[in-house]
């Protein structure tokens, strides 16, 4: 991943107080919502809805960004919610750090924008983190008509829930699910992005 590309999204964040809402994204609240608290890997978490959500839940979360910024923001409001204790945000890019082996009993990532020097490599590093029994949630904007309006892409920073699925060996997963959702009503009004969300959720055997 170029600087170029983290750089931007530094940027992105110190051009407000707040970029995204702070709320959980609907797709995690679905999924998860019902799990029971356990160890939890937010890949990508930005200013960290996700993660301070599933950590007022009971879970242990950690968080991991490349960006300083939002990493920053996230911690802070972990602290304001009496949180701190219960997220660990780790400063890393996906594209070169590995996640412990069957560390999480979920593993969640939503929306990685990044371009990948290896991308099947980093899937199959987070579906590698998931604990046998554990859950692996990746969520993406689906290719296709729809976009522009500002949230164009690289190529590369684009995929479906079929190629995360790719990467899992059938062995190991089952209940692997890969489907089109309408992106959540609130979320399109308020990023002005319509596009459906592509999901993949996935169950390790125990």
């Avoid at 701190?84 to 924008?113: C, Q, S």
């Avoid at 998931?130 to 522009?148: F, I, N, S």
């Avoid at 997963?173 to 009503?185: K, M």
Wanted: charged share 25%; no cysteine.
């Amino acid at each position: 991943m170029s600087a170029t590309n983290r750089d931007s999204y530094d940027e992105l964040y110190r051009s407000a107080p707040a970029v995204w809402s702070g709320r959980p994204n609907g797709p995690l609240v679905a999924e998860a919502g019902g799990l029971p608290p356990g160890r939890a890997l937010d890949a990508g978490s930005g200013e960290g809805g996700d993660a301070l959500w599933l950590a007022e839940r009971g879970w242990r979360v950690t968080a991991v960004d490349f960006s300083p910024v939002a990493l920053e923001r996230g911690a802070a409001a972990a602290a304001a919610r009496g949180l701190a204790d219960r997220i660990e945000w780790r400063h890393a890019d996906l594209d070169g750090w590995t996640p412990p082996e069957r560390a999480f009993d979920l593993v969640t990532a939503h929306y990685l924008h990044a371009t990948w020097t290896d991308r099947d490599r980093m899937f199959r590093g987070l579906a590698a983190a998931v604990a046998p029994g554990g859950t692996l949630l990746v969520v993406g904007h689906r290719h296709g008509e729809g976009w522009g309006h500002g949230h164009a892409h690289e190529p590369g920073a684009l995929y479906t829930a079929e190629e995360v699925a790719a990467v899992l060996d059938p062995a190991e997963w089952t209940d692997v699910v890969t489907e089109t959702r309408d992106r959540d009503p609130d979320a399109a009004h308020r990023t002005g992005n319509p596009v459906p969300d592509t999901v993949l959720v996935a169950r390790r055997g125990s």
